[in-house]
Protein backbone atom coordinates (compact mmCIF):
# COMPACT_ATOMS: atom_id res chain seq x y z
CA UNK A 1 0.00 0.00 0.00
CA UNK A 2 1.55 3.26 -1.16
CA UNK A 3 2.11 5.62 2.04
CA UNK A 4 0.94 9.28 1.38
CA UNK A 5 -0.24 12.50 2.80
CA UNK A 6 -2.81 15.04 2.50
CA UNK A 7 -1.64 18.95 2.78
CA UNK A 8 -3.65 21.66 2.00
CA UNK A 9 -2.65 25.03 -0.85
CA UNK A 10 -2.19 28.17 1.74
CA UNK A 11 -3.00 31.53 -0.70
CA UNK A 12 0.00 33.23 -1.80
CA UNK A 13 1.28 35.75 -0.18
CA UNK A 14 0.77 38.10 -3.23
CA UNK A 15 -1.43 37.34 -6.03
CA UNK A 16 1.48 38.40 -8.20
CA UNK A 17 3.98 35.87 -6.73
CA UNK A 18 4.85 33.16 -9.22
CA UNK A 19 2.99 30.07 -8.63
CA UNK A 20 4.69 27.36 -6.45
CA UNK A 21 5.40 23.76 -7.48
CA UNK A 22 2.37 22.88 -5.46
CA UNK A 23 0.16 25.05 -7.89
CA UNK A 24 1.83 23.86 -11.03
CA UNK A 25 1.39 20.35 -10.13
CA UNK A 26 -2.17 20.93 -9.13
CA UNK A 27 -2.93 22.53 -12.32
CA UNK A 28 -1.28 19.56 -14.31
CA UNK A 29 -3.43 17.27 -12.81
CA UNK A 30 -6.51 18.90 -13.57
CA UNK A 31 -4.86 19.12 -17.56
CA UNK A 32 -4.37 15.22 -17.38
CA UNK A 33 -8.26 14.92 -15.94
CA UNK A 34 -8.98 16.82 -19.05
CA UNK A 35 -7.29 15.02 -21.80
CA UNK A 36 -8.82 11.54 -19.84
CA UNK A 37 -12.35 12.61 -19.73
CA UNK A 38 -12.95 14.86 -22.67
CA UNK A 39 -9.26 14.30 -24.92
CA UNK A 40 -8.19 17.84 -24.77
CA UNK A 41 -6.63 19.83 -22.06
CA UNK A 42 -8.28 23.29 -22.58
CA UNK A 43 -11.30 22.34 -20.36
CA UNK A 44 -8.87 22.71 -16.98
CA UNK A 45 -7.68 25.92 -15.08
CA UNK A 46 -4.10 26.77 -15.56
CA UNK A 47 -1.25 27.58 -13.08
CA UNK A 48 -2.16 31.46 -13.25
CA UNK A 49 -5.69 30.48 -13.13
CA UNK A 50 -5.20 28.69 -9.72
CA UNK A 51 -3.24 30.72 -8.80
CA UNK A 52 -5.85 33.87 -9.66
CA UNK A 53 -8.31 31.57 -7.27
CA UNK A 54 -6.52 31.34 -4.71
CA UNK A 55 -5.50 34.82 -4.19
CA UNK A 56 -9.58 36.09 -4.58
CA UNK A 57 -11.70 34.47 -1.91
CA UNK A 58 -13.44 37.57 -1.20
CA UNK A 59 -17.03 35.64 -2.13
CA UNK A 60 -15.87 32.16 -2.43
CA UNK A 61 -13.57 30.46 -0.15
CA UNK A 62 -11.25 27.76 -2.14
CA UNK A 63 -10.18 24.09 -0.47
CA UNK A 64 -7.37 23.10 -2.47
CA UNK A 65 -5.83 19.57 -1.55
CA UNK A 66 -2.64 17.89 -2.39
CA UNK A 67 -2.28 13.78 -1.90
CA UNK A 68 1.90 13.81 -1.50
CA UNK A 69 3.77 10.33 -1.60
CA UNK A 70 5.67 9.41 1.43
CA UNK A 71 4.79 10.34 4.63
CA UNK A 72 3.57 13.50 6.61
CA UNK A 73 6.88 16.44 6.61
CA UNK A 74 7.35 18.77 9.16
CA UNK A 75 5.38 21.12 7.50
CA UNK A 76 3.31 24.08 9.30
CA UNK A 77 -0.75 23.03 10.04
CA UNK A 78 -2.96 25.23 8.73
CA UNK A 79 -6.44 26.62 10.32
CA UNK A 80 -8.59 23.32 8.76
CA UNK A 81 -5.86 20.73 10.64
CA UNK A 82 -3.91 20.30 7.49
CA UNK A 83 0.20 20.33 6.40
CA UNK A 84 -0.05 23.51 4.69
CA UNK A 85 2.14 24.05 1.47
CA UNK A 86 2.42 27.92 -0.25
CA UNK A 87 1.19 28.69 -3.59
CA UNK A 88 3.80 31.25 -3.64
CA UNK A 89 6.94 29.96 -5.54
CA UNK A 90 9.55 31.88 -2.93
CA UNK A 91 7.69 30.37 0.02
CA UNK A 92 6.94 26.65 -0.75
CA UNK A 93 9.27 23.94 0.70
CA UNK A 94 11.65 21.29 -1.75
CA UNK A 95 9.09 19.81 -3.82
CA UNK A 96 7.65 16.62 -3.09
CA UNK A 97 5.85 13.81 -5.65
CA UNK A 98 2.26 14.76 -6.28
CA UNK A 99 -0.11 11.63 -6.93
CA UNK A 100 -3.64 12.97 -6.11
CA UNK A 101 -5.58 16.11 -5.73
CA UNK A 102 -9.08 17.43 -4.54
CA UNK A 103 -11.17 20.66 -4.66
CA UNK A 104 -14.19 22.55 -2.96
CA UNK A 105 -15.24 25.47 -3.35
CA UNK A 106 -17.44 27.38 -0.42
CA UNK A 107 -19.54 30.17 -1.63
CA UNK A 108 -19.68 33.34 1.52
CA UNK A 109 -22.32 35.51 0.17
CA UNK A 110 -25.28 32.89 -0.81
CA UNK A 111 -26.09 28.80 -1.13
CA UNK A 112 -24.49 28.77 2.59
CA UNK A 113 -25.37 25.37 2.69
CA UNK A 114 -23.64 24.13 -0.28
CA UNK A 115 -19.74 22.88 -0.75
CA UNK A 116 -19.17 23.13 -4.76
CA UNK A 117 -16.77 22.17 -7.08
CA UNK A 118 -15.95 19.07 -5.07
CA UNK A 119 -13.93 16.97 -6.68
CA UNK A 120 -10.64 14.62 -6.93
CA UNK A 121 -8.33 13.05 -9.14
CA UNK A 122 -5.58 10.57 -8.74
CA UNK A 123 -2.33 9.89 -11.23
CA UNK A 124 -2.15 6.69 -13.05
CA UNK A 125 -0.41 4.10 -11.37
CA UNK A 126 -1.62 5.21 -8.17
CA UNK A 127 -5.67 4.41 -8.09
CA UNK A 128 -7.51 2.08 -6.11
CA UNK A 129 -5.33 2.21 -3.05
CA UNK A 130 -7.81 4.85 -1.10
CA UNK A 131 -6.16 7.74 -1.97
CA UNK A 132 -8.75 9.08 -4.20
CA UNK A 133 -11.64 7.97 -1.03
CA UNK A 134 -8.96 9.68 1.65
CA UNK A 135 -9.25 12.64 -0.58
CA UNK A 136 -12.87 13.02 -1.08
CA UNK A 137 -13.47 12.02 2.79
CA UNK A 138 -11.34 14.61 3.74
CA UNK A 139 -12.76 17.64 1.44
CA UNK A 140 -16.56 16.26 2.74
CA UNK A 141 -15.47 16.33 6.31
CA UNK A 142 -13.78 20.23 6.14
CA UNK A 143 -17.05 21.25 4.27
CA UNK A 144 -19.05 19.85 7.25
CA UNK A 145 -16.84 21.54 9.46
CA UNK A 146 -17.92 24.61 8.30
CA UNK A 147 -21.47 24.48 8.33
CA UNK A 148 -22.14 23.34 4.85
CA UNK A 149 -25.02 20.06 4.58
CA UNK A 150 -24.70 19.18 0.84
CA UNK A 151 -21.66 18.27 -1.63
CA UNK A 152 -21.57 19.38 -5.16
CA UNK A 153 -19.23 18.02 -8.08
CA UNK A 154 -18.83 16.93 -11.81
CA UNK A 155 -18.08 14.31 -14.15
CA UNK A 156 -16.88 14.65 -17.42
CA UNK A 157 -16.96 11.69 -20.17
CA UNK A 158 -16.77 11.73 -24.40
CA UNK A 159 -19.41 11.76 -26.48
CA UNK A 160 -21.05 8.30 -25.97
CA UNK A 161 -24.14 7.17 -27.77
CA UNK A 162 -25.91 3.65 -28.12
CA UNK A 163 -25.64 2.83 -24.36
CA UNK A 164 -27.90 0.07 -23.30
CA UNK A 165 -30.59 0.50 -20.55
CA UNK A 166 -27.89 -1.34 -18.19
CA UNK A 167 -25.01 0.65 -19.18
CA UNK A 168 -26.24 4.18 -19.01
CA UNK A 169 -27.56 6.66 -15.93
CA UNK A 170 -29.76 9.66 -16.53
CA UNK A 171 -31.10 12.19 -14.28
CA UNK A 172 -34.81 13.09 -13.68
CA UNK A 173 -34.75 15.73 -16.62
CA UNK A 174 -33.13 15.58 -19.52
CA UNK A 175 -32.23 12.84 -22.08
CA UNK A 176 -27.91 13.08 -22.27
CA UNK A 177 -27.39 9.65 -20.81
CA UNK A 178 -23.74 9.08 -18.80
CA UNK A 179 -22.03 5.87 -19.09
CA UNK A 180 -22.54 4.31 -15.73
CA UNK A 181 -19.50 1.74 -16.19
CA UNK A 182 -16.49 4.59 -16.31
CA UNK A 183 -14.82 4.69 -12.51
CA UNK A 184 -15.58 8.31 -11.73
CA UNK A 185 -19.06 7.18 -12.43
CA UNK A 186 -18.81 4.31 -9.84
CA UNK A 187 -16.77 6.28 -7.74
CA UNK A 188 -19.31 8.91 -6.96
CA UNK A 189 -22.20 5.97 -6.63
CA UNK A 190 -19.70 4.04 -3.93
CA UNK A 191 -19.37 7.40 -2.51
CA UNK A 192 -23.53 7.72 -1.89
CA UNK A 193 -23.55 10.55 -4.57
CA UNK A 194 -27.11 11.17 -6.76
CA UNK A 195 -26.99 12.43 -10.65
CA UNK A 196 -28.87 15.96 -10.37
CA UNK A 197 -28.61 16.58 -13.93
CA UNK A 198 -26.15 16.25 -17.43
CA UNK A 199 -24.63 18.90 -19.37
CA UNK A 200 -23.99 18.38 -22.84
CA UNK A 201 -20.43 19.72 -23.94
CA UNK A 202 -20.97 20.91 -27.48
CA UNK A 203 -18.38 22.96 -29.67
CA UNK A 204 -18.40 25.37 -32.69
CA UNK A 205 -16.17 26.49 -35.62
CA UNK A 206 -15.57 29.92 -35.94
CA UNK A 207 -16.24 32.14 -37.72
CA UNK A 208 -19.39 30.93 -37.49
CA UNK A 209 -21.43 30.69 -40.04
CA UNK A 210 -23.47 33.36 -42.01
CA UNK A 211 -27.40 33.36 -40.74
CA UNK A 212 -30.14 35.47 -42.00
CA UNK A 213 -32.41 36.44 -39.44
CA UNK A 214 -34.69 39.49 -38.97
CA UNK A 215 -33.16 41.62 -36.28
CA UNK A 216 -34.70 41.99 -33.49
CA UNK A 217 -36.82 45.05 -33.27
CA UNK A 218 -36.84 47.47 -30.39
CA UNK A 219 -33.66 46.52 -29.01
CA UNK A 220 -29.54 47.52 -30.03
CA UNK A 221 -26.77 44.97 -29.76
CA UNK A 222 -23.44 45.93 -28.78
CA UNK A 223 -19.98 44.00 -28.93
CA UNK A 224 -17.50 44.30 -26.40
CA UNK A 225 -14.15 42.86 -27.34
CA UNK A 226 -12.17 43.70 -24.32
CA UNK A 227 -14.80 42.53 -22.04
CA UNK A 228 -18.02 44.49 -20.31
CA UNK A 229 -17.24 48.53 -19.14
CA UNK A 230 -17.58 49.14 -15.82
CA UNK A 231 -20.53 51.28 -16.33
CA UNK A 232 -22.39 47.77 -16.80
CA UNK A 233 -21.37 46.48 -13.80
CA UNK A 234 -24.24 46.80 -11.92
CA UNK A 235 -26.55 46.34 -14.64
CA UNK A 236 -25.17 42.86 -15.06
CA UNK A 237 -25.43 41.95 -11.86
CA UNK A 238 -29.04 42.43 -11.83
CA UNK A 239 -29.16 40.28 -15.02
CA UNK A 240 -26.44 37.64 -13.18
CA UNK A 241 -29.01 37.23 -10.40
CA UNK A 242 -32.17 36.42 -12.87
CA UNK A 243 -29.61 33.71 -14.15
CA UNK A 244 -28.87 32.05 -11.20
CA UNK A 245 -32.83 31.77 -10.94
CA UNK A 246 -33.86 30.83 -14.25
CA UNK A 247 -31.03 28.74 -15.34
CA UNK A 248 -31.84 25.35 -15.43
CA UNK A 249 -29.96 22.99 -12.27
CA UNK A 250 -32.11 19.99 -12.69
CA UNK A 251 -32.38 17.91 -8.89
CA UNK A 252 -28.58 19.90 -8.19
CA UNK A 253 -29.23 21.86 -4.83
CA UNK A 254 -29.07 25.39 -5.55
CA UNK A 255 -30.27 29.10 -4.28
CA UNK A 256 -30.25 32.77 -6.01
CA UNK A 257 -26.75 33.90 -6.24
CA UNK A 258 -26.21 37.54 -4.60
CA UNK A 259 -24.30 40.06 -7.46
CA UNK A 260 -23.68 43.36 -6.65
CA UNK A 261 -21.15 45.68 -9.23
CA UNK A 262 -18.58 45.07 -6.81
CA UNK A 263 -18.80 41.06 -7.25
CA UNK A 264 -19.30 41.74 -10.96
CA UNK A 265 -15.46 44.07 -10.54
CA UNK A 266 -13.90 41.04 -8.35
CA UNK A 267 -14.77 38.05 -10.50
CA UNK A 268 -13.51 40.23 -13.67
CA UNK A 269 -10.40 41.04 -11.96
CA UNK A 270 -9.60 37.55 -11.20
CA UNK A 271 -10.10 36.46 -14.80
CA UNK A 272 -7.98 39.71 -15.75
CA UNK A 273 -5.17 38.14 -12.91
CA UNK A 274 -5.63 34.64 -14.73
CA UNK A 275 -4.20 36.08 -17.76
CA UNK A 276 -8.05 35.96 -19.23
CA UNK A 277 -9.89 37.77 -22.02
CA UNK A 278 -13.18 38.39 -22.30
CA UNK A 279 -15.25 39.17 -25.48
CA UNK A 280 -18.92 40.21 -24.46
CA UNK A 281 -22.26 41.34 -25.78
CA UNK A 282 -25.35 42.47 -24.85
CA UNK A 283 -29.34 43.67 -25.81
CA UNK A 284 -30.27 47.26 -24.46
CA UNK A 285 -33.74 48.08 -24.99
CA UNK A 286 -34.48 51.12 -27.03
CA UNK A 287 -37.24 52.25 -25.33
CA UNK A 288 -35.75 52.40 -21.81
CA UNK A 289 -31.78 52.20 -22.07
CA UNK A 290 -32.12 49.15 -19.64
CA UNK A 291 -29.84 45.91 -20.22
CA UNK A 292 -32.31 43.00 -20.68
CA UNK A 293 -29.86 40.40 -22.19
CA UNK A 294 -25.65 39.42 -22.17
CA UNK A 295 -23.47 37.06 -23.03
CA UNK A 296 -19.38 36.73 -21.92
CA UNK A 297 -16.86 34.40 -23.79
CA UNK A 298 -13.57 33.38 -21.60
CA UNK A 299 -10.24 33.53 -24.35
CA UNK A 300 -7.07 32.24 -22.83
CA UNK A 301 -4.09 33.24 -24.63
CA UNK A 302 -1.89 30.22 -23.37
CA UNK A 303 -4.65 27.65 -25.07
CA UNK A 304 -6.05 30.12 -27.93
CA UNK A 305 -7.06 27.45 -30.18
CA UNK A 306 -10.56 27.47 -27.89
CA UNK A 307 -12.34 29.83 -26.29
CA UNK A 308 -14.97 29.24 -24.00
CA UNK A 309 -18.80 30.16 -23.16
CA UNK A 310 -19.87 31.60 -20.11
CA UNK A 311 -23.09 32.90 -19.28
CA UNK A 312 -25.82 33.53 -21.90
CA UNK A 313 -28.73 34.90 -20.28
CA UNK A 314 -32.30 37.22 -21.81
CA UNK A 315 -34.30 38.51 -18.74
CA UNK A 316 -37.85 36.75 -18.85
CA UNK A 317 -39.86 39.55 -19.95
CA UNK A 318 -37.89 40.05 -22.99
CA UNK A 319 -37.51 36.79 -24.28
CA UNK A 320 -39.07 35.57 -27.89
CA UNK A 321 -37.49 38.37 -29.49
CA UNK A 322 -34.27 36.23 -31.03
CA UNK A 323 -31.90 38.03 -28.55
CA UNK A 324 -30.38 35.10 -27.93
CA UNK A 325 -29.07 33.90 -31.02
CA UNK A 326 -28.13 37.71 -32.15
CA UNK A 327 -26.01 38.43 -28.91
CA UNK A 328 -24.26 35.40 -29.08
CA UNK A 329 -23.69 35.52 -33.20
CA UNK A 330 -22.16 39.01 -32.29
CA UNK A 331 -20.11 38.26 -29.53
CA UNK A 332 -18.23 35.31 -32.04
CA UNK A 333 -17.81 37.72 -34.60
CA UNK A 334 -16.37 39.76 -31.97
CA UNK A 335 -13.93 37.19 -30.94
CA UNK A 336 -13.28 35.84 -34.37
CA UNK A 337 -11.62 39.61 -35.18
CA UNK A 338 -10.28 40.35 -31.67
CA UNK A 339 -8.71 36.76 -31.66
CA UNK A 340 -7.61 35.22 -35.41
CA UNK A 341 -6.45 32.00 -33.44
CA UNK A 342 -9.09 30.84 -31.83
CA UNK A 343 -10.52 28.33 -33.84
CA UNK A 344 -13.41 27.12 -32.06
CA UNK A 345 -15.65 27.85 -28.92
CA UNK A 346 -17.20 25.14 -26.17
CA UNK A 347 -19.97 25.45 -24.22
CA UNK A 348 -22.07 23.37 -22.00
CA UNK A 349 -26.01 23.50 -21.61
CA UNK A 350 -28.30 21.77 -19.55
CA UNK A 351 -29.53 18.61 -21.32
CA UNK A 352 -33.52 19.74 -20.33
CA UNK A 353 -32.39 23.35 -22.13
CA UNK A 354 -34.03 22.82 -25.26
CA UNK A 355 -34.21 26.31 -26.08
CA UNK A 356 -30.57 27.10 -25.87
CA UNK A 357 -29.41 24.15 -27.74
CA UNK A 358 -31.72 25.24 -30.24
CA UNK A 359 -29.52 28.39 -30.50
CA UNK A 360 -26.17 26.28 -30.64
CA UNK A 361 -26.87 23.85 -33.28
CA UNK A 362 -27.83 27.14 -35.29
CA UNK A 363 -24.74 28.31 -34.97
CA UNK A 364 -23.33 25.52 -35.76
CA UNK A 365 -22.67 23.33 -32.33
CA UNK A 366 -22.09 19.88 -32.40
CA UNK A 367 -22.27 17.60 -29.41
CA UNK A 368 -18.79 16.57 -28.25
CA UNK A 369 -19.23 15.11 -24.16
CA UNK A 370 -21.11 15.47 -21.27
CA UNK A 371 -20.92 16.02 -17.90
CA UNK A 372 -22.49 14.80 -14.63
CA UNK A 373 -23.77 17.27 -11.39
CA UNK A 374 -23.70 14.87 -8.29
CA UNK A 375 -24.79 15.74 -4.97
CA UNK A 376 -24.81 14.45 -1.53
CA UNK A 377 -26.87 15.52 1.48
CA UNK A 378 -23.86 15.45 4.41
CA UNK A 379 -26.45 15.38 7.32
CA UNK A 380 -29.43 13.15 6.16
CA UNK A 381 -31.69 14.46 8.97
CA UNK A 382 -32.05 17.75 6.74
CA UNK A 383 -34.47 17.92 4.09
CA UNK A 384 -35.59 20.73 1.83
CA UNK A 385 -35.84 21.47 -2.15
CA UNK A 386 -33.56 24.22 -2.97
CA UNK A 387 -33.45 23.89 -6.60
CA UNK A 388 -35.08 26.72 -8.71
CA UNK A 389 -38.38 26.22 -9.84
CA UNK A 390 -38.64 27.55 -13.07
CA UNK A 391 -35.86 26.91 -15.94
CA UNK A 392 -34.47 29.98 -18.36
CA UNK A 393 -35.56 30.04 -21.90
CA UNK A 394 -31.88 31.24 -22.23
CA UNK A 395 -29.23 29.94 -19.99
CA UNK A 396 -25.53 28.82 -20.02
CA UNK A 397 -24.06 27.48 -16.63
CA UNK A 398 -23.94 30.67 -13.92
CA UNK A 399 -20.59 31.39 -12.98
CA UNK A 400 -19.28 31.63 -9.13
CA UNK A 401 -16.94 33.79 -8.21
Aim: aromatic share 6%; charged share 20%; proline share 7%.
Amino acid sequence: MTEFFLAEIAPPAAASDEPSWAVQEFAAMGAEDSVETIGLPDFSATAAMEQACLSNQSNTARIRLLALLGGTPDWPIGSRGLPLVSASAQLAPEPLQVIGRGTADLPLRDNLNLADEVDVYVRKGFRRQGIGSALLQTLEQLARAEGRTTTVGTTWQKLATGLDADEAITPKEGDIALDRRLPEHQFRIKHGYTLGQTERLSMCRLPVPEITVPAPVDYEICAFPTGFPRSLYAHLARLRVGMSVDAPMGDTPSEPQLWDAERVAAATAMRTAAGMEVVAAVAKSKQTGELVAYTEVSYNPERPAIAHQDDTYVARQHRGHGLGLAIKMACYRALADAYPAALHVATWNAGENEHMWAINRTLGFRQAGAAGWWHKQLNPEQTGDNSPSQSAQVADRPPRA
